[in-house]
């Protein structure tokens, strides 16, 4: 199923959750809703679902406007946070309920229900336990018989708020590969509603970056991520170094250091920002005359493949992050208190619009 969104707009009181958005979803796709708590992320999901109607704009299933149906309609599963499954059913009951509870016209028999609840089952690998009960799983279990549920009707659509919310860390990388695997298997268009861009870029086949109920950026996790639209972008896709400055005819001078610039040549003495990841710094000694940005190792995290330096710039006291390989760290011998160079790889330079200065 395509799903499309036109100009739709949801206020709650005062309180602007979205704000003109327009969007596609493939068919078959899985796209992943990324932003900060109260972007707009979960109204969209819901108004999508029919959870929640928009005061204006259009949902189009199908390219047939869908705003005013229905929920049950919709043929929509919808997979929540906080698993919602009924304590008092077992798995295979808990399973089987979106079936048993069919208009009478549209309802399998129970020998159907029966074969399709095992198939979906094993489908989410967990077959060998149809007779327990919720209380009586792993979160990670709960939220694949969640998943289950929702896919027993046959949604043409599946939609997932914070699927993996309420899980540790651990668990909720197991989950969304294995999501991603089952998402292959069956290619149901399916949206979810996340607010860790690691999971986002790890699962989706295309990332919507929402902030205040607006889309900042749409496109694969490779684009939004190597080619960030804006700072907010930058930003938010992880730890981010930034060197504040003056943008003048295609360079931004920040302290000591001049970067290039050349997309703002038309920049005359405006208020600029570069930003850089840490991974995208080089590392060296300082050698009198050495060209780049010239700091102080205030600490150094060097556990594992990566290490971690905090480094405070000469000219103006500002803190950078930059992480190399282990390996890299050893061979150069550091030690807190050593001066170091830094250079940037590759630098994103945004005219800074909220600074006069």
Not at 142 to 159: G, H, N, T
Not at 296 to 321: F, S, T, V, W
Request: glycine residues 8%; negative net charge; hydrophobic residues 40%.
């Amino acid at each position: 199923m395509t799903i499309e969104v036109q100009h739709i707009r949801k206020n709650f009181g005062q309180f602007k959750a979205l704000d003109d958005v327009s969007l596609q979803f493939p068919d078959g796709e899985l796209t992943a809703l990324l932003g900060p708590s109260g972007c707009g992320k979960t109204t969209l999901l819901r108004i999508i679902a029919g959870l929640e109607y928009p005061d204006s704009g259009t949902v189009l299933l199908d390219g047939q406007d869908s705003s005013h149906r229905h929920v049950r309609e919709r043929q929509v599963g919808f997979v929540f946070q906080h698993y919602a499954l009924f304590k008092h059913m077992t798995v295979f009951e808990n399973v089987a309920f979106g079936l048993r509870v069919k208009p009478r016209s549209e309802r399998p028999s129970e020998d159907q229900i029966r074969d399709k609840v095992k198939k979906l089952l094993e489908l989410v690998q967990l077959d060998w336990i149809a007779d327990r009960y919720p209380p009586q799983l792993s979160g990670g279990q709960r939220q694949r018989i969640a998943l289950a549920r929702a896919l027993a009707v046959e949604p043409r659509v599946l939609l997932l708020d914070e699927p993996f919310g309420a899980l540790d860390a651990k668990v909720r990388k197991e989950l969304r590969r294995w999501l991603r695997r089952l998402h292959d298997d069956l290619h149901v268009t399916s949206i979810f509603v996340t607010h860790d861009q690691e999971e986002a870029l790890e699962v989706a086949d295309q990332v919507v970056l929402m902030n205040k109920g607006r889309v900042e950026q749409l496109g694969s996790p490779d684009q939004v991520y190597n080619h960030p639209a804006s700072p907010f972008v930058y930003g938010f896709l992880g730890n981010v170094n930034l060197f504040h400055g003056r943008i003048h005819e295609g360079v931004l001078a920040s302290g000591d250091v001049n970067f290039q610039a050349p997309q703002h040549i038309d920049v005359r003495d405006g208020a600029g920002i570069g930003y850089v990841r840490p991974h995208d710094l080089d590392v060296e000694r300082y050698t009198p005359g050495a060209e780049g940005v010239v700091a102080k190792l205030r600490r150094a995290h060097a556990i594992g493949p990566l290490a971690q330096l905090d480094l405070e710039r000469a000219d103006n006291g500002q803190m950078i992050e930059a992480v190399l390989p282990n390996e890299r760290f050893a061979s150069l011998g550091l030690k807190e208190g050593d001066t170091l160079v830094v250079r940037p790889r590759r630098i994103e330079v945004f005219v800074d619009h909220g600074s006069a200065a």
